[in-house]
């Protein structure tokens, strides 16, 4: 017999994020919740948007201080 506690949702039809469903060991309750494999991927999907960004402005800002950069010499 399958232990009381959250498990995929057997409703589920596959539209929108996954989620579980509470299993109180006898049958389905109402109670549903977002699967914590999907928080968890937009919470990496997030990390990697603001490091890619974080490179992009670098790469930009590096860039504008090298080539504005007239050798420091007298016009």
């Known amino acids: 017999m399958t232990p009381p506690g959250w498990h995929p949702d057997p409703g589920h039809s596959g539209n929108g994020p996954a989620q579980e469903r509470w299993?109180?060991?006898a049958q389905w309750t109402g109670h549903?919740?977002?699967s914590p494999g999907a928080a968890r991927r937009r919470g990496?999907?997030?990390g990697v948007g603001v490091t890619?960004?974080?490179v992009v402005l670098a790469a930009i800002g590096g860039?504008?201080?090298l080539l504005g950069e007239?050798?420091?010499g007298p016009p």
């Open 23 to 25: 299993w109180d060991g």
């Open 70 to 72: 007239d050798g420091g």
């Open 44 to 46: 990496i999907r997030i």
């Open 63 to 65: 860039g504008v201080y």
């Open 52 to 54: 890619v960004g974080a």
């Open 32 to 34: 549903v919740r977002a």
